[in-house]
């Protein structure tokens, strides 16, 4: 495998990138190892070595232990653990034999990254916040995918990653384009960061049709093969609100900085705008191992198995304004990052609530941007102090969401 390249510039949150020791194998962990972005994870990593370049302390999952064990034999991994107590004996019994240790609970999961030098996280939804924290915390160089947490309690994560010292490096498709695209010199000369969005499965639907929109058409998206949750996010474009919200944390800029234009192709991840008005993007397929290589390999590049970007064979790239009037989740999202305190954690509590409720059939598409824009109007958006707070904010804009649902 090559590593070609000069090396990239050091990580937005100042961190030096750690050494790799000399012949030792790097110890990892994937935290969500079973789900889209964790099989990928697991993907690049064999394809740059695996077990022989890399020591897998751990890999986590919530409740799917016979792909957590297969996966877990497949990198030799020292330890695979289960959020959930009840799929413990069946992790037990797919892992017998195997030398992979098995272990299940919500604090066993949330620990599981510690000791790692680089964490893959890859848990859906804020109930990856405590491990991601505790990742941070640890001193590992992060490779984030789990937006909600950084959402949700952004300046909790960010004190973490301090405390750690370890790197932040965005796996998002668009804050990790923004992060290459980001001369680290030169950030006072950063104007504004633009965000590309598909428009998801229903850019062109309208507003009637999209009233009607089952489950199974909203998990269609065009481009990217993605988890449940964020292809729901997607088709209702609260997956860019996130990421607005998101790439404000990460790059710490205010709103009035971030901009995001609709292009169908996803093949421009993003792009940076810079005070001579150049224009900086990063370009490739839409295959979030292109991602996910940059962020195992950084500061260097590693090759990906992702397929090679062929814009002959494109033809054309097109851009958009989004449509807020279709996408209202957009527009909270940026009124919520805007109101500041707790208004990202309601609009990310209520979403998963929603969006959940959607999935079984028990709200329509367009009662998503609704339950939001309700639950916002009926919370607390007084500021969480620390971690206990956040849990009890988050647990009460899921009641409020849920209580609108029943009602
Ligand atoms: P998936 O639904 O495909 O996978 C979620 C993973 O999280 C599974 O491994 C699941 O385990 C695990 N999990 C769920 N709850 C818990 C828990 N309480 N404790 C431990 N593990 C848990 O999601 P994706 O891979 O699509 O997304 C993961 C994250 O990455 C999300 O935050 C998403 O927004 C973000 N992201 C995803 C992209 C994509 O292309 N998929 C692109 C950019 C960001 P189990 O299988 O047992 O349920
Ligand atoms: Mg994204």
């Known amino acids: 495998m090559t590593e070609t390249g000069p090396a990239a510039p050091r990580a937005q949150n100042g961190a030096a990138p750690s050494a790799e020791p000399a012949r030792a194998r790097r110890r990892l962990a994937i935290l969500g190892a079973t789900g889209s972005i964790g099989r990928s994870t697991i993907d690049v990593v064999r394809s740059h070595g695996g077990a022989e370049r890399y020591e897998v302390t751990a890999l986590t999952a919530h409740s799917n232990a016979e792909a957590l064990a297969e996966a877990a034999r497949t990198l030799r991994a020292a330890r695979a653990v289960v959020a959930d107590e009840a799929a413990y004996p069946a992790l037990k019994a797919a892992l017998a034999g195997s030398g992979v240790e098995a272990a299940a609970g919500a604090a066993a999961a949330a620990e599981a990254a510690v000791g790692a030098e680089w964490v893959m996280a890859a848990v859906v939804g804020a109930a990856g916040l405590p491990s991601v924290l505790a990742a941070a915390r640890s001193g590992a160089d992060l490779a984030l995918a789990n937006k909600e947490a950084l959402v949700c309690a952004g300046d909790l994560m960010l004190e973490a990653m301090a405390e750690g010292g370890g790197a932040l490096l965005p796996v998002d498709s668009e804050h990790n384009a923004i992060f290459q695209c980001l001369e680290q010199d030169q950030t006072q000369a950063v104007e504004r960061l633009i965000l590309t969005a598909s428009g998801g499965p229903f850019r062109d639907w309208p507003l009637e049709r ?24 997607s088709a209702t474009m ?102 500041g305190g707790a208004a990202p954690l309601v609009f990310n509590a209520a979403n998963e609530v929603a969006v959940a409720a959607f999935l079984a059939g028990a709200v329509s598409f367009l009662q998503i941007a609704e339950i939001i824009e309700r639950s916002l109007e009926a919370s607390d958006l007084t500021a969480p102090s620390d971690l206990a707070a956040v849990f009890s904010a988050d647990e009460a804009a899921r009641a409020a969401a849920k209580g609108l649902i029943a009602a």
Do not use: C
């Open 210 to 233: 999209m009233a009607a929109a089952r489950p199974e058409e909203a998990l269609r998206h065009p481009n990217w093969s993605m988890g449940a949750k964020i292809s729901i996010d």
């Open 238 to 339: 609260a997956n860019k609100g996130l990421e607005l919200i998101e790439a404000a944390r990460l790059f710490r800029m205010g709103p009035e900085r971030l901009e995001v234009v609709v292009h169908p192709q996803s093949v421009v991840h993003s792009l940076v705008g810079y005070a001579d008005g150049s224009v900086l993007a990063q370009l490739g397929a839409p295959d979030m191992r292109t991602p996910i290589a940059y962020a195992l390999g950084w500061p260097r590049r590693v090759a990906s198995p992702a397929p090679r970007l062929d814009l002959a064979a494109i033809g054309r790239l097109d851009f958009e304004a989004p449509d807020e009037r279709r996408f209202p989740a957009l527009r909270l999202a940026r009124e919520a990052l805007s109101a």
